[in-house]
Nanobody
Framework: QVQFVESGGGLVQPGGSLRLSCTTS????????VAWYRQAPGKERELVAS???????DYARSADGRFAIFRDDHANRVYLEMNNLKLEDTAHYYC??????????WGAGTQVTVSS
């Protein structure tokens, strides 16, 4: 079964930037839709951004204009470029299939902490 592997998180000051990376083990992303999700302490996991096989993207309102999701199918990676980070972006970030029907077990994720 495909498993997602996330990386790129870290500690950044408000207004800073990070690029998260998502790849897979046990299979490839192929042309399927992939999404980035995040979960902050005490909150439910939420969708942040998604990208379909054709490159179409969609963003949560909180991310629109600041985040960019893109895929490199040759490298088997989906990236989330995050700019102008805010304190409220602090969360654990995960990637998974966009479609709920195909979701697999959540990976370890990567922690993003925005703090001054």
């Amino acid at each position: 079964q495909v498993q997602f592997v996330e990386s790129g998180g870290g500690l950044v000051q408000p207004g800073g930037s990070l690029r998260l990376s998502c790849t897979t083990s046990g299979g490839t992303i192929g042309t399927y839709g992939v999404a980035w999700y995040r979960q902050a302490p005490g909150k439910e996991r939420e969708l942040v951004a998604s990208v379909l096989g054709g490159g179409s993207t969609d963003y949560a309102r909180s991310a629109d204009g600041r985040f960019a999701i893109f895929r490199d199918d040759h490298a088997n990676r989906v990236y989330l470029e995050m700019n102008n980070l805010k304190l409220e972006d602090t969360a654990h970030y995960y990637c998974n299939w966009k479609s709920d029907s195909y979701k697999v077990s959540w990976g370890a994720g990567t922690q993003v902490t925005v703090s001054s």
